[in-house]
Structures are given as C-alpha cells and as structure tokens.
C-alpha cells in the first residue's frame, strides 16, 4: 500500500511539473539564488566556478539534455574582464577532472564517479542530464588564482531541453597543501533555469550590484500630510497584489493611485515612528537592497522582523520612520503607461501620462537583476516605442520605462511560451 501511494505522489507531482513547467529539482539545496560570499576571501584565493544539473524528479528518467557552447570566469572588479574560460576543445567524454556524478546533494561520503553521460564534440558539451535521475551532473572550470577582495561572476551560453534544472555557481578554495590537499567554501549559487525552446542564451551569475533595481526610502514611508504611501515599483519587485499598514492596532488596506499605493487611514498619522506593513502574495521570500536599520546611525530601511525571512502568508516588514524621510504629496509620481508583448516577441511601450517623451526601457529578471537595456534615439521623440526582446531564460521580466523629465514606473511583463 505504501508503495502505491508513495508512486501515485510521484506520479502526481510529475504530472503537475510537466503542466507547470516547473525546473527548480524539488529535493536541491538551494532552489534559487543565494549569495554567501560575495567577493574573494584572502583566505580561500582560488574561485573555481561550476555548474549543476539534474532532473526535476529525482529516479524517473526523461530525455532532458543540456548543451554549453563555452564557460567563462569574469572578474567583475577589472570591468567584467575574462580570466578563464572553457570552449571545450577536446573531444570524447568530458574528463573526469572536470566534471563528474554525484548523489542527489552530495550527500556526506559522496563518491565522484565519471560524467559518462557526457560528450564533448566540435567545441560543445553535451551531457544528457535526464539519463541519470539519481545523480547531481556537475561540472566547472580548473582553479584560477584570483585577487582577494574582487568579485568573480560566471559567464555561460548553453541551451537545455526537457524536465531538468541547471543553476551556476562558485566556491573558493584555499591553496593546495603540500600533499595536494585543499578546503572549500561556498561563494554562491544562481536561479534555477529550464528549457530554453531550442535556444542558446548566455546566462551570467552573480550580476553586480550596479546591474540590480535599487529600492531605498524613497519608494515607501509617508507624505508631509500623514499619507502612507508604496511604490508600485516595490509592490511588483515584492510580487505582491495588495498591501496594508498597520498602525496602533489597525490595519489600513492600500489603495493604487497613479504609481504608488496609498494608505487611507482618515487621520493624521505620526510619521515619527515605528511601524509594520504587510503585502499579500509575495512570489517568494526575498529581501530587499539596502534594506538594514542601523539604530545608531538613525538610517531607515525596510528589515524583517527579528531578521528573518518573510513570512509568506502575511508578509510584513518592518520600518523605522523619521521627519527627514517624508516627502510631499505633490510629488508622488503619476506617470503611466502601458506595456505588451506581441506574438513576434516585440515589447510594445505606449506613454498613457508621461511628462516627456520615452527616454529609455530596462528590462529586469523577477528579482530585479538587468538583463539588458534599451536606449530610445532622441529623434524618435514619440510617446509608443517597441523593442524586439532577445531570447531570455525567464517567465517574466520587469520593465523600467523612464521618460525624458527624470519620471519611471516598473511594470510586469509576461513572457509568452515559445
């Protein structure tokens, strides 16, 4: 009976992941992005990047193959220059000083045996991930001495097919004892990615700060009149669909008004103080950039309660107000505008109340990392833009429209399957 029931469970989530297209495997480690160290400890000099790859559902095969072009090691702090890199030159099986099989998260005594499931042919690796359901494909790139205190990002084009997940990252070895001994530490991990329809897209991880949506204080907090205030730009980051503020015992729900939700409380509100508010729906937990509350600096920015995680069901965070973080009403932006995607693969921008014309679009992943961006030419001067999109490794993006006075809004936008 128990095996009945433990195959009908199988059957079940593989039947829901086939529909959903889910590509995150349901047993890894790490099921999206986390950054431990962000840059190179003068302790563990050598950042070796690598790639992981497995079937969705551990012990059920499939036809999930993944194939890389090339593999670089980009050093972010020497203007993205590449320090190492891979085209896969030497044909056969890849060897097994670069890769290999491993249990399903590397279990404690985990032994390393061969990628047999792998193929290096005229400059490409092909490993057919779905072949080995029980195992953790991984590969990576041969040690590099790197620059303590500089930040290292890997850099991939590849396609994949099937029910399979791939995610890059990095750990940082300390340099080899004389009996060839060494010890690892865990720099970071990226998203999960999935089948790319065919298509080769090149992939890097981790994007530097600068390449990120920054949200600080101005994008919540309270007017000069007492008026409770989100950014739609924040709400979208969030993945959120409603907010409330709860103030003195009360919660107050939010109302959209042009870019930023607004709290209707019916009286004056205290902004010299502490407060919670809570969005419904978030896509997942996450925290925000700049986002730590230093009560001896005074410094103001959204923190978990406790410093935790979000709670997904309530979602609340926590903030520390002060008079000189107010803004007036007046100054809220009320830009609008409207955004879609043709079957062509063409993102449409059409100005609604814009106080200029469309001067640029930056599009983002979900967690607001750029992917690239567009300039419109000034002698376009029109208010509805359209920008053929490149192939990306996403189900959404985030779409920052900024117009010619300085005023932006973020919108979501859907990526239609191929």
Not at 100 to 123: D, Y
Not at 284 to 308: A, C, F, N, S, W
Not at 355 to 364: P, T, V
Request: charged letters at 20%.
């Amino acid at each position: 009976m128990k095996k009945i029931l433990t195959s009908i469970l199988f059957l079940s989530i593989w039947l829901c992941a086939m529909c959903d297209v889910v590509h995150v495997p349901y047993d890894c480690h790490a099921p999206c992005e986390a950054i431990r160290v962000p840059e190179l400890p003068a302790s563990h000099p050598i950042p070796v990047p690598w790639v992981a790859a497995a079937t969705v559902i551990p012990g059920i095969a499939n036809d999930g193959y993944v194939e890389v072009d090339w593999m670089q090691l980009i050093d972010l702090d020497q203007g993205g220059m590449v320090v190492l890199e891979s085209h896969f030159d030497v044909d056969g099986m890849l060897s097994s000083e670069l890769g290999g099989l491993f249990g399903r998260w590397f279990p404690p005594g985990s032994a390393r045996t061969p990628l047999t499931n792998s193929m290096v042919q005229n400059g490409m690796l092909r490993v057919n991930v779905g072949a080995k359901p029980d195992n953790v494909n991984h590969w990576w790139l041969v040690g590099y001495k790197g620059i303590p205190g500089h930040r290292y990002a890997l850099k991939m084009r590849f396609r994949m097919h099937g029910h399979i997940g791939v995610q890059l990252g990095c750990d940082f070895w300390t340099v080899p004892s004389e009996d060839g001994s060494a010890t690892l530490m865990e720099g970071w991990c990226s998203d999960w990615y999935g089948d790319t329809g065919g298509e080769f897209i090149e992939v890097t991880s981790p994007l530097p700060e600068e390449e990120r949506i920054k949200f600080n204080r101005r994008h919540y907090g309270f007017s000069r009149e007492g008026i409770f205030y989100i950014t739609r730009e924040l709400m979208n980051y969030i993945g959120s669909t409603s907010a409330y503020l709860m103030y003195d015992g009360k919660e107050y729900p939010m109302t959209l008004k042009g870019d930023k939700y607004i709290a209707d409380t019916d009286q004056w509100v205290s902004y010299m103080g502490s407060y919670y508010f809570r969005t419904t729906n978030p896509v997942q937990e996450r925290k925000l950039p700049d986002t730590i509350y230093d009560p001896e600096r005074g410094v103001d920015h959204l923190t978990y309660p406790g410093d935790v995680r979000v709670d997904n069901n309530t979602g609340s965070y926590y903030f520390h107000s002060r008079w000189q973080d107010v803004i007036f009403y007046d100054e809220l932006n009320q830009a609008e505008c409207s955004i879609w995607l043709d079957a062509n693969n063409i993102c449409h921008i059409k100005a609604i109340r814009f106080g200029g014309r469309i001067k640029r679009a930056q599009f983002y992943d979900i967690k607001g990392r750029r992917l690239f961006s567009y300039d419109v030419p000034a002698a376009d001067g029109q208010v509805e833009v359209s920008i053929p999109l490149p192939k990306l490794a996403v189900q959404a993006l985030l779409v920052k429209v900024t117009a010619s006075n300085g005023q932006s809004l973020v919108k979501k936008l859907a990526i239609l399957p191929k």
